[in-house]
DNA sequence: CAGGGTTGTAATCGGCTGATAACCATCCGG
DNA sequence: CCGGATGGTTATCAGCCGATTACAACCCTG
């Protein structure tokens, strides 16, 4: 195997750990034998840690970037903005890679990591404004509604809905 | 000094060093330094660096819900809600206790602060909806936002005001 | 088939950190 | 003044984890 498609495995792993356990509690240890190959060989072909989850994150963006794209030009001519939030919320279903934003929020207490955060999340939101042409407001409810479902995403509310109706209300935003 | 004022001099402690670097990058050691006295004696009266979390997370829960509750009783004739989102927005300024639940919510990975953040998130959900009396819609808009501002908080976005116009569009629901 | 680049591993190190153990100081009631 | 309860510390351990080094297998290409 190339270390190009090494690398791929690497950041598929990566992201499955990165979002579940964040970057302090992540060990390289669990991300190699998930790509199954030995830990000294994850830090050689990144160089460290730290490149490897932004490595990730930048996966986790871009795939975001890219479904708000695809359901944009998918709308035809139905209101972009609501195509989108069809899309994060398919997105919400494998929880992997909302969990890993969630992560970037929370280890922003790095500052590398938070301008990586910041730029992201500047470029995501001037796509969103130019794709749907909606109003500022809406464009901020949009992604206010999109940190909620982070939240849930994380909480796995959606095992309880059924249960208490809080998470009914909060869930059915979708 | 007693055991039960050191105790809440841990919590403020706890809460600074957890808010800033997440439960698994702060130490014990940081946390009683800040508190003035040895590590040992933090585990001591908590018995583990999750029972100090767990003491800070409960506080900074506590402290939201305490200003919910005071919002909600002076608003008189006004907007309940609008009172809360401006309490939330006051709460914001020292970003401690929003960083920390924002924290909570990235350590969700974790069973038991899984289940400690689904308690006291229904809780609130709940109070939010009794003292405001507004719709289910409404009381989601609310919370949406309040997620937002935790992100906008954990990305210092306010020191941004006056550069890229994605932070104004945001920060302005406040 | 020589030999260098590529892909990979085993062994190990060194620092950090949560937790434990043992000990010490101070205060106070009888 | 004695002795236990209370409020602490120092010293130390034991495990984890990222990173480095040295080495090994493989595969092309000339």
Redesign the interface.
Known sequence: MTAGERRVAIVDAALQEFS???F??ATTDAVARRAGISQPYVIRLFGSKRAVFEAALDRAFTAVETAFSDAAAAAGGGDPLRAMGAAYGRLLEDRVLL?ML??A?????DDRV?AV??ER??RM??RV?ELSGAT?DR???F???G??L??VA????PE?LGG?D?AD??CE?L
């Open positions: 579940e356990h964040g302090e509690k969990m969630l992560q929020f929370a280890a922003s207490g938070k955060v910041r999340m500047s939101h001037a404004a500022p464009v901020r409810e992604f206010a509604m940190m909620l982070n939240v994380a909480l796995e509310l309880l208490p809080w209300r909060m935003a």
